[in-house]
């Protein structure tokens, strides 16, 4: 609804007011061949702030107000402008061209009065690909058809988010071509100094790996795109059909510039070493570029642009003076930078100027910016070599000063030589010395260590001693004590042979004498001798049965016999060790109880008198944690298994002691190291384990928990290496 006001409004005015100002534009007239007009007089403008007026409209509007003398110039804008002039053609050729000298616009349209009513348009600008113009040039060319003598309107509509400059030429072909010629060789000039300078300090990075060159080919680099960017031939020769790059360059390109002039700026002048804190303001500028960036990419373009540029604005007199300074600080490059920036910021200034409409629009005014940027390059690379120079100096004193020191430092040392050298023969006497009188201590602690291997060797023994006495004392005690009455009793059955031998000689019948043989048997009880006997007889041959079983587990247990390799069962060499343990598990198993849980093993090369000398030491140890705990009382149990898999044998020795804790269970295997009282261990019996598991290539490892119990669990390869 406001749009359609908005087009009867305007309507309106065109038709009451296009009569009167149809007559009020002089014309721009051409005259020679040769000649290349300026349009700075006879413009007027419309602006179009919704870019919704048409084109019929405004070519008859009567609301076109007069440029002020001198080129068009908007600054930055949003909106679509309009503007008209009339041309006349008072050469002999039949057309003309015009030339708007701003490759940054993105939309430029072209319209020609052909008629009363009538007009011929054509549209260009970035949003459209390189190869749609009518004429190959970075600027925009429209051929103006008006025949000799005559004279016409042209309008051109253009609208851009960038500053909206609008400088117009109007000339013959062959002029206007000739003057771009010249511009062709300027900035072909201009590239091939910034080409060269950048291969040159491309050459001298690689040869020196100076950060300050890499830092100033990527700063030359930004600049000279921004620089071709500016002119029109990055999109003609780089990005001819990427309208999104064309368009976006032109905040991309002066960003990347400004944030490589920053680390330029920094590594060349070390502000972070002169100026900390100032060298932390160029932060600030960084993200001022970022959010310029942001802005123009996400937001407003516009915004963006003003962002950007006054970002760079502050950032070159900033530079500028922490340049001075720095400069006054003595550091000497400086002094070269801030004259190379000064140049610089001279052709920047005037080329804003020349925008903002301060300073007129001419060749000095456009080419000023290149010229200074080339000539800030040139000077740069003089700054930076200086700076070489300044480098090689400073590290020529300096070997001159460490040459010094050395020659000071040999002059010493050759006068420490002779005193180092009695030191030295002096130290090595106090070294053999020292040596002979750590040979003997070795010896005396290896003596020692052999005294204490034997004292655990022999208080395993002692354990292993008593279990022997007491297993064999119990069968013989039984048979000794049977031999007395067996004695009474075989005297009883040999005074009864004497008597009954006695009957068989008396005189008398066979039945009296057998009456008086059973009397007799009555009188001794003959029965019960013969069971008593039979019983003692019994006893006496357990006991001994005992006792030769008890040899038999001892021989077996020892192996006295045997120093090499032997195939044995390890269940045997387990239930060897527990039958000698058993008098210390308390009267019948009562007090700590055992829990044998075997599988068949397969048969295994071990030193079994080794192996079940392991198996003691440990079992040893659990009974003593289980009696820490349960005392005299029941409720201790040790449970022993077996177990195998493709490769190990695994036995497992578990029981519910007081535990360990955690730093007792890294110290269990060093030597001399136990928790029993003094005089109750030497702390060299699971060192012993350890070391005779090792020398089978097996593993013993101990888990414990204090309070609940230990297991002990030994693997034992069934292939030796």
Not at 75 to 97: D, G, M, V, Y
Not at 329 to 358: D, E, Q, T
Request: include cysteine; charged fraction near 20%.
């Amino acid at each position: 609804m406001r749009r359609l006001y908005f087009y009867c409004c305007f309507l309106f005015i065109v038709l009451c007011n296009a009569p009167i100002n149809a007559q009020s534009i002089a014309p721009l007239a051409v005259a020679g061949t040769d000649e290349v007009v300026h349009i700075t007089t006879g413009i007027e403008y419309l602006e179009d702030a919704t870019h919704t007026i048409p084109a019929q409209l405004v070519f008859k509007s009567a609301a076109f107000k007069k440029v002020p003398d001198g080129i068009p110039n908007e600054k930055f804008t949003n909106s679509a402008f309009w503007f008209r002039f009339k041309i006349k053609n008072e050469t002999n050729l039949p057309s003309l061209i015009l030339k708007l000298a701003n490759p940054a616009l993105d939309s430029v349209d072209y319209y020609e009065q052909m008629g009363q009513d009538s007009f011929r348009a054509y549209h260009t600008g970035q949003s459209v690909p390189f190869a749609h113009r009518e004429y190959l040039s970075s600027d925009y060319l429209f051929t103006v058809s008006l025949p000799p003598h005559t004279e016409k309107y042209v309008y051109l509509r253009i609208a851009t988010g960038a500053e909206l400059l609008t400088p117009l030429t109007i000339g013959s072909e062959a002029s206007i071509f000739e003057k771009d010629k010249y511009k062709d060789i300027f900035w072909g000039i201009y590239i091939g100094i910034m080409l060269a300078m950048l291969l040159y300090n491309c050459f001298v990075y690689s040869t020196t790996s100076d950060d300050s060159y890499l830092y100033y080919i990527v700063y030359v680099l930004t600049v000279v795109v921004t620089q071709i960017t500016i002119s029109g031939y990055a999109f003609q020769l780089l990005w001819p059909n990427q309208l999104l790059v064309a368009k976006y360059s032109a905040i991309f390109n002066p960003v990347l510039a400004g944030i490589a002039a920053v680390g330029f700026i920094r590594n060349f002048l070390k502000t972070k070493s002169f100026l900390p804190k100032s060298d932390r303001v160029f932060f600030v500028f960084v993200g001022l570029y970022l959010l310029g960036t942001v802005v123009g990419c996400f937001g407003n373009f516009t915004s963006g642009l003003h962002i950007i540029d006054m970002t760079a604005g502050v950032l070159s007199l900033y530079v500028l003076a922490v340049g001075f300074v720095i400069s006054r600080k003595g550091y000497r490059p400086a002094v070269f930078f801030m004259i190379s920036w000064l140049v610089f910021l001279v052709g920047v200034f005037i080329f804003v100027f020349k925008n903002l409409g301060i300073l007129p629009y001419n060749v000095y005014t456009v080419y000023t910016m290149p010229v200074g940027s080339a000539m800030e390059v040139l000077l740069l690379s003089f700054a930076l070599a200086d700076r070489i120079n300044l480098l090689k100096k400073e590290a020529a004193a300096s070997q001159a000063k460490e040459l010094l020191a050395v020659q000071e430092n040999e002059r010493i040392v050759q006068g420490q030589n002779v005193l180092l050298e009695r030191m030295v023969n002096e130290r090595t006497n106090e070294l053999v010395l020292s040596n002979q009188s750590l040979n003997k201590a070795l010896v005396e602690l290896k003596e020692a260590e052999l005294q204490l291997v034997e004292s655990e060797k022999m208080a395993s023994l002692g354990q292993l001693t008593a279990g022997i006495a007491h297993e064999i004392n119990n069968p013989i005690n039984f048979a000794s004590s049977n031999i007395k009455p067996l004695a009474r009793d075989v005297r009883m059955l040999l005074d009864a042979l004497l008597v009954f031998e006695r009957i068989m000689g008396e005189d008398g019948t066979t039945a009296e004498r057998h009456n008086k043989a059973q009397q007799y048997k009555d009188e001794i009880d003959f029965a019960y001798l013969e069971q008593e006997i039979e019983e003692m007889l019994a006893g006496i041959e357990k006991g001994v049965s005992r006792t030769a079983e008890v040899v038999k587990v001892l021989r077996l247990f020892s192996r006295l016999d045997e120093g090499d390799l032997k195939t044995v069962d390890i269940n045997e060499g387990l239930n060897s060790t527990l039958a000698f343990v058993n008098e210390r598990l308390g009267s019948g198993g009562d007090v700590i109880n055992v829990n044998k849980e075997y599988v068949q093993l397969p048969l295994l090369d071990c030193y079994s008198g080794k192996l079940n000398q392991v198996f003691l030491n440990v079992i040893s140890n659990a009974i003593y944690a289980v009696k820490q705990k349960f005392g005299d009382s029941p409720g201790g149990l040790i449970t022993v298994s077996t177990a195998f898999d493709n490769s190990n044998i695994v036995i497992r020795i578990a029981d519910n002691g007081i535990g360990m804790d955690k730093a007792t269970l890294k110290k269990i295997f060093e030597p001399f190291f136990t928790t029993r009282k003094l005089g109750e261990g030497t702390g060299l019996g699971l060192s012993i384990a350890f070391s005779t598991v090792k020398q089978h290539n097996g593993k013993i490892q101990v888990n414990s928990e204090a309070g609940t119990g230990t297991e002990v669990i030994i693997k034992l390869p069934l292939t030796r290496k």
